[in-house]
């Protein structure tokens, strides 16, 4: 087909299609183990997309892994379908990272990275599902912050050290990094964050914030296209052991969207945002210190916690997790560091928790919210604005 394409000839020849009502997916991903075909989360959509106002669309999540085989004579595709896996809670998901995986035990896998949206709140998922070809597993272990959309994402694995790296480039997260302090804005900004999540050999997931970013506001809805030319595993993982050049030319990031600011979902009048006409080139860089990757600490803290509204008008909701009978301390501060307000909550039971901020004395600005237990400590920015 690409040889039809160069030479400006037809390319009808090249392709064949069938029809199949259990394809009617959008924001899904497609992925394959072995000789499975995984179609994974996504909705099915019906109508124009017109959210402002009132809505003429419907959209129906799958809520389903869908595995099928494909057999091809020459001539003919048949599909046979295999037993749909169903989750309403984990996998009511679309516009999330479906990544190819090089598991621990050394098998091929698919990971579903964050993702919209949660069944009872219009946010992200922070949580990630691994998929393999005997079931899949909900992570509840491990908290993305950085990349909740899709976007382009480059796999990794070292064979020498068992250890997967997934890295993602920019898109729309819910965080991000400001002055080394973690910021929530539930609105669900554009980022240019550049982040990193591995899983290591007894399977800890941890993510780190790279120290380059996107030039700008790139990277929702673009894809990584790999050079096949690299060492690869047959899902098109990178065999990362096997680099010994200085510099190593992996892929390109093409498409997406190229925003002019973070927050312009409910004032886009079609010219704050647009396709991205720029691709880039994405190197592999031995020997050569280029900086250190971030820790986010949030991602390995089990207290997972969410504010909302945010901004406020200082009247808010904590929401958090956590998994033993303790005291949780709640703080706030200002950004110098002056401890405001503090409240013990006492003897809290394990599982989710919330706790309602109502107080009227705060004055607009920004502040650092802290919450603590006996073992775990995690902060927020919170914005009040009145």
């Known amino acids: 087909m690409i040889d039809a394409i160069i030479s400006n000839s037809s390319f009808s020849e090249e392709i064949r299609q069938i029809s199949d009502p259990e394809f009617a997916v959008t924001g899904g991903h497609l992925k394959?183990?072995?000789?499975?075909?995984?179609?994974?989360?996504?909705?099915?959509?019906?109508?124009?997309?017109?959210?402002?106002?009132?809505?003429?669309?419907?959209?129906?999540?799958?809520?389903?892994?869908?595995?099928?085989?494909?057999?091809?004579?020459?001539?003919?595709?048949?599909?046979?379908?295999?037993?749909?896996?169903?989750?309403p809670e984990n996998l009511h998901r679309r516009d999330y990272n479906a990544v190819p995986q090089i598991m621990p035990n050394g098998e091929q896998g698919i990971t579903a990275f964050s993702g919209v949206f949660q069944p009872d709140i219009n946010l992200p998922f922070l949580n990630c599902v691994d998929i393999d070809a005997n079931g899949y597993a909900?992570?509840?272990?491990?908290?993305?912050?950085?990349?909740?959309?899709?976007?382009?994402?480059a796999p990794l694995y070292s064979a020498s050290n068992n250890e997967m790296h997934n890295v993602f480039f920019g898109g729309i997260a819910q965080y991000y990094q400001n002055a080394g302090t973690l910021v929530q804005d539930n609105s669900v900004p554009f980022v240019n964050t550049i982040a990193r999540v591995t899983r290591?050999?007894?399977?800890?997931?941890?993510?780190?914030?790279?120290?380059t970013e996107m030039p700008s506001l790139l990277g929702a809805g673009a894809e990584f296209i790999a050079d096949l030319t690299n060492p690869l595993y047959a899902n098109e993982?990178?065999?990362l052991d096997d680099f010994t050049a200085d510099s190593t030319l992996i892929g390109y990031i093409y498409g997406g969207i190229?925003?002019?600011?973070?927050?312009?979902?409910?004032?886009?009048?079609?010219?704050?945002?647009?396709?991205?006409?720029?691709?880039?080139?994405?190197?592999?860089?031995l020997n050569d210190e280029v900086g250190v990757d971030d820790l986010n600490e949030e991602s390995v803290n089990t207290l997972g916690i969410s504010v909302y509204p945010n901004p406020s008008d200082s009247q808010f909701t904590v929401r958090f997790n956590i998994t033993q009978?303790?005291?949780?301390?709640?703080?706030?501060?200002?950004?110098?560091?002056?401890?405001?307000?503090?409240?013990?909550?006492?003897?809290?039971?394990?599982?989710?928790?919330?706790?309602?901020?109502?107080?009227?004395?705060?004055?607009?600005?920004?502040?650092?919210?802290?919450?603590?237990?006996?073992?775990?400590?995690?902060?927020?920015?919170?914005?009040?604005?009145?």
């Open 200 to 211: 290591t050999a007894d399977g800890t997931m941890s993510e780190y914030k790279l120290p």
């Open 237 to 239: 993982v990178f065999k």
């Open 325 to 386: 009978r303790v005291d949780v301390k709640v703080s706030l501060f200002t950004l110098d560091g002056q401890k405001i307000e503090e409240q013990l909550l006492e003897n809290l039971v394990p599982g989710e928790n919330t706790y309602h901020h109502e107080s009227s004395e705060l004055q607009n600005g920004a502040y650092i919210l802290t919450l603590e237990t006996p073992n775990e400590t995690s902060t927020r920015r919170i914005v009040i604005k009145r």
């Open 258 to 285: 190229s925003s002019t600011a973070a927050n312009i979902f409910f004032i886009n009048d079609g010219s704050q945002s647009s396709a991205s006409s720029q691709i880039f080139k994405v190197y592999i860089i």
């Open 138 to 153: 909900v992570n509840n272990d491990f908290q993305q912050y950085y990349n909740h959309y899709h976007c382009a994402v």
């Open 32 to 87: 394959k183990i072995d000789n499975t075909f995984y179609l994974v989360g996504g909705n099915k959509f019906d109508g124009n997309y017109n959210p402002m106002g009132n809505p003429t669309y419907t959209q129906v999540y799958t809520n389903a892994i869908r595995k099928f085989n494909i057999a091809d004579d020459g001539e003919t595709l048949t599909i046979t379908h295999l037993p749909t896996i169903s989750d």
